[in-house]
């Protein structure tokens, strides 16, 4: 299993919307073919500042699967209109 972490950055006049947005995002996410796991955590330090983490089974599944699908357009349209700046993107391993 891989955990992709996305450091992302809203402005602070959308982050109620952004955090209601979050079941919906992790819906789509969880649908997706290799998506076992998704969580979304706010910075106590800044606000406006969340870190993503979403587990696959493989990173194929996130980058090549996920991310031509129809779900990656989905997804970016339920929650990357908040973004204030693109997220910064990392995939770990156990």
Do not use: N
């Not at 809203?10 to 969880?30: N, R, W």
């Amino acid at each position: 299993m891989v955990h992709e972490y996305a450091l992302l950055t809203v402005a602070v006049d959308d982050v109620d919307a952004f955090e209601a947005s979050h079941p919906a995002a992790s819906s789509i996410l969880l649908s997706s073919p290799g998506c076992r796991s998704v969580e979304f955590q706010r910075s106590i330090d800044e606000p406006g500042i969340y870190l993503m983490k979403v587990g696959w089974d493989r990173v194929e599944d996130h980058l090549d699967t996920f991310a031509s699908s129809a779900a990656a357009i989905e997804l970016s349209e339920v929650i990357g209109r908040y973004f204030s700046s693109p997220p910064t993107v990392a995939h770990f391993e156990r």
